[in-house]
Structure formats: structure tokens, C-alpha cells
């Protein structure tokens, strides 16, 4: 089955720095990468996906790049504030033309932004 | 649109009980996924229903089990509860399964066996 593995386990970043998480994943099916954010005591809400047709994608301060050759795919975080401090999980999914949809988490990265 | 809602939020059992946990999607969603979240195995997938039919299943114990209802509501089943079931459960819910599309998580229901 498929596999991810995410690095770091914990990140501490001064306010204003940039943040990167960094995910591998082992079966080249997977064709969707999401990142979820999950705050203290919170559901994990999505904060940004990419699919496998796509490089890089951005949404404001928050971007993702996709490497499908090694296999590889990174969340950069600019300008942090002390609110994006939380647990950040990658995931790969299988989406197969059925439909069926397997999502493989990695073990999450604790961010902690310094104020 | 009301968002995935979980019953209960909590719950106590003692080991070799049972337990039923349900999951409502979002209207119109017919995807419900379940997972379990523990601090030392983080979120893990345990299966995936579709019109009432389960579709994939992760790597757990023929213990765990499912079912969708014809309204896309989904029940999850644990059987003679053990220590390490302490978790919580988050189910997610999505439109379809044709494509590659967000998932939407419930508040979760957490579950201590004694």
C-alpha cells in the first residue's frame, strides 16, 4: 500500500519567516496531494491540494509544489503569523476511475510560530 | 449547508464491549470516509463508503466495521473494544468519487476504552 513521510516532525519559526514541510510518498499512483491543518482540539480543515497534472500551486501566503518523478511534494508557508500554528498533515490519494479513493496520511508536522 | 456531523462527541467504554458511532455528511455528499487519529499512529484510514457499498478498506482488524444507509449517513462498528481503540474517530465526507475533490471532516467522536 501506499506510504508518506513527512518532515519535520516539528518546525519552530519566527513570525515573519517562511515555514516548509516536506512529503514523500511511495506509490505512483497517487494522483491528489492534499494538506490539512489541524488546530488544537479542531478538525483537520484542507488549506490547499494539488493535483497530479500540476507543478506548483498557490493560494496567498500558502504553496505547494509537486515533484511526480521523485515522488516528492513540499507546503511553503511565507510571512508566518502566530494563527498558523498548528499540526499540518500531507496526504496522498489514489483516485481511481471508479471513483474509489484511498487517502494515506503522513505523521504530521508540529508548527509552532514565535511571536 | 450544514457541515459533517458526528454523534456522539464523546464516549466511555471498558474493553470487550462495543461500540457504534454514526456520521452524517454534508447534504448531497455520498462519500464517507472514517479514520482514526491516535497520538502515536496519527490518522489512519479505516474505509471508504459509496452509495451504500464500501469501497476500500484500510489495514485494520475484521473488528472495525461499517455501513452506509441509502441517505449517505454511515455507522462505524468497533467490536470487542480493546485499550489501544482509544482514539478519535473523524469521519469525512465529499461529493462523488469520480474525481480528485476536498473532503470535508466532522468534529470527530472520541473514544476512551477502560
Known amino acids: 500500500g501506499e506510504n508518506v513521510e513527512q518532515h519535520p516532525s516539528t518546525l519552530s519559526v519566527q513570525e515573519g519567516d517562511s515555514a516548509v514541510i516536506k512529503c514523500t510518498y511511495s506509490d505512483s499512483a497517487s494522483n491528489y496531494f492534499p494538506w490539512y491543518k489541524q488546530e488544537l482540539g479542531k478538525r483537520p480543515q484542507l488549506i490547499i491540494d494539488?493535483?497530479?497534472?500540476?507543478g506548483e500551486k498557490k493560494d496567498q501566503r500558502i504553496a505547494v509544489t509537486l515533484n511526480k518523478t521523485a515522488k516528492h511534494f513540499s507546503l511553503h508557508i511565507t510571512e508566518t503569523q502566530p494563527e498558523d500554528s498548528a499540526v499540518y498533515f500531507c496526504a496522498a490519494v489514489i483516485v481511481e476511475g471508479a471513483g474509489s479513493y484511498q487517502l494515506t496520511f503522513g505523521k504530521g508536522t508540529k508548527l509552532s510560530v514565535i511571536p | 449547508k450544514a457541515g459533517v456531523t458526528q454523534t456522539p462527541r464523546y464516549l466511555i467504554k471498558t474493553r470487550g464491549q462495543q461500540v457504534t458511532l454514526s456520521c452524517s455528511p454534508i447534504?448531497?455528499?455520498?462519500?464517507v470516509s472514517w479514520y482514526q487519529q491516535t497520538p502515536g499512529q496519527g490518522l489512519q484510514f479505516l474505509f471508504e463508503y459509496f452509495s451504500e457499498t464500501q469501497r476500500n478498506k484500510g489495514n485494520f482488524p475484521g473488528r472495525f466495521s461499517g455501513r452506509q444507509f441509502s441517505n449517505s449517513r454511515s455507522e462505524m462498528n468497533v467490536s470487542t473494544l480493546e485499550l489501544g481503540d482509544s482514539a478519535l474517530y473523524l469521519c469525512?465526507?465529499?461529493?462523488?468519487?469520480?474525481?480528485?475533490?476536498?473532503?470535508?471532516f466532522g468534529p470527530g467522536t472520541r473514544l476512551l476504552v477502560l
Open positions: 469525512a465526507s465529499r461529493t462523488s468519487g469520480r474525481s480528485q475533490e476536498t473532503q470535508y
Open positions: 447534504s448531497g455528499h455520498r462519500s
Open positions: 494539488i493535483r497530479s497534472n500540476v
